[in-house]
């Protein structure tokens, strides 16, 4: 394993703590992976021997080859449901071929944990003494809780007011220090940064490339339930971009490997309230302009200035890719209907299965087509969007009732009588 600049090429050892090129880029950790001498079909033999082990053990060799395995911290994560469409979903979405791989499931209740297993894990084996991370809510939750298991110590920079209350009692309760600026999570993420450069403190956001590589099991994982069968569209929510560009280098890893014989494409979703990848991506994949995020139902993916930016455009074209953004309303009703099929999922999630129906009806995913979704955080995250969606007049609001505490006025209620 080295780093190696996703620009200029420099590399650098693996066990430095750096998260950018002297030349300002991101860097990646790229693995010979062909030193295993492994045919596509002896990689596949390889994840089936280590079918009874967890995903990150599994796959360790694709992600953290380097890695000793007395290093590990787990939490259990990985393993996601991919769940097929109800028929309500098929019918509100118009497709029939479609899964949701829903990383709500996991320890903490986001996709975050797939990172920070490899990560905190990295962090113990460089005996790191501090670690910190600038959120949207679901990061800390993960890091807090993996440190803690780790016994490192910890600390959480929030952007206040903008993470729901069960994202801010998580870190609370994983024992981090957590700080709550009057910023946005760009003004949380630039002070991350300058923390970090200027103590012996290791950052674990997205830009810490081996995050990135624990985030590539999702994707290695799904197409291991599928028995590596390559659907035809992959449709993520896109923040800070470190997951669209996990998913895609994963995927194309995978393809490298022989182990998959074609590349699915990618669809990233972005809400209106903030959408640099979005305006790129019309723009011939422009240069990133920064913008202003909004506020968002979709409160995790309120980044007006994606770290990932580079590393997200080169997936999206290397996938034969496109971008869509959502508006409020898209969100919260999509969300309302795979809420309503028994799978809770957060807004973000719904950001993408809004931006999905948006991509069939413009005829740009065809209704025949297959698609994986991915769900990144469990709805169970963000009630206060359930409740204020269900007691407002929302085309799905299913409102509770507040009754007189008798029989009567229940079998009213209930047309029994
Ligand atoms: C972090 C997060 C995202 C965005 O992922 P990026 O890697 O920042 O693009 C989307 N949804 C949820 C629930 C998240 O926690
Ligand atoms: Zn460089």
New binding site residues.
């Given amino acids: 394993m080295k780093l190696v600049c996703i620009e200029c090429k420099k590399s650098y050892l693996a066990e430095e703590i750096r998260y950018r090129c002297d030349c300002g880029n991101l860097l990646e950790i790229i693995s010979d992976l062909k030193k295993f001498n492994r045919s596509p079909k002896q990689w596949k033999q390889h994840f089936e021997n280590n079918n009874s082990k967890p995903p990150f053990l599994r796959y360790k060799d694709i992600l953290l080859p380097d890695l000793p395995d007395n290093q590990v911290i787990l939490l259990n994560e990985g393993d996601t449901p991919l769940y097929p469409a109800t028929k309500e979903m098929q019918e509100y979405f118009k497709i029939t071929n479609l899964k949701l791989k829903h990383e709500g499931m996991n320890p903490t209740l ?3 944990d797939r990172g920070m297993v490899a990560a905190v894990s990295w962090a113990k084996h460089l005996k790191v003494k501090l670690v910190a991370c600038a959120s ?4 800390s939750a993960s890091m807090a809780a993996y440190a803690a298991y780790a016994r490192i110590k910890r600390v959480v920079l929030l952007p206040e007011g903008k993470v729901s209350i069960e994202q801010l009692s998580q870190p609370i309760s994983s024992g981090a220090i957590t700080l709550e600026l009057d910023t946005d999570f760009d003004g949380c993420m630039k002070l991350v940064q300058e923390l970090t450069k200027k103590y012996p403190i290791y950052l674990l956001n ?1 830009m810490n490339s081996i995050r990135i590589e624990g985030q590539k099991a999702i994707g290695i994982e799904t197409l291991h339930q599928l028995n590596w069968e390559v659907p035809d569209w992959f449709i993520v ?8 560009s996990a998913l895609g280098k994963g995927l194309r890893e995978l393809h490298e490997l022989g182990i998959i014989n074609k590349l699915p494409r990618l669809a990233g979703i972005e809400v209106k309230a903030a959408n640099p990848l979005y305006i790129s991506y019309k723009n011939n994949w422009a240069p990133l302009e920064p913008v202003q995020a909004k506020e968002t139902v979709a409160s ?2 309120q ?1 007006g200035n ?1 770290v ?1 930016f580079k590393k997200a455009v080169r997936e999206l074209k290397h996938f034969k890719g496109v971008m869509e953004q959502v508006s409020e309303q898209e969100v919260k009703d999509a969300k309302a209907v795979v809420d309503a099929s028994g799978i809770p999922i ?1 807004p ?2 719904a950001a993408a299965m809004a931006g999905l129906k948006k991509l069939i009806d413009n005829n740009i995913i065809k209704q025949e087509e297959s698609v994986v979704a991915i769900m ?2 469990h709805g169970g995250k963000f009630s206060k969007a359930v409740i204020d969606y269900h007691k407002g007049n929302n085309k799905f609001s299913n409102k509770p009732k507040s009754l007189k505490a008798n029989l009567e006025t229940i079998e009213e209620t209930l047309g029994l009588k």
């Fill in positions: 986001s996709f975050k949207t809510g679901d990061t997205s929510p896109v923040g800070n971009a470190g997951n669209i995790a993916i980044i994606p990932s957060c973000n999630s990144t955080a």
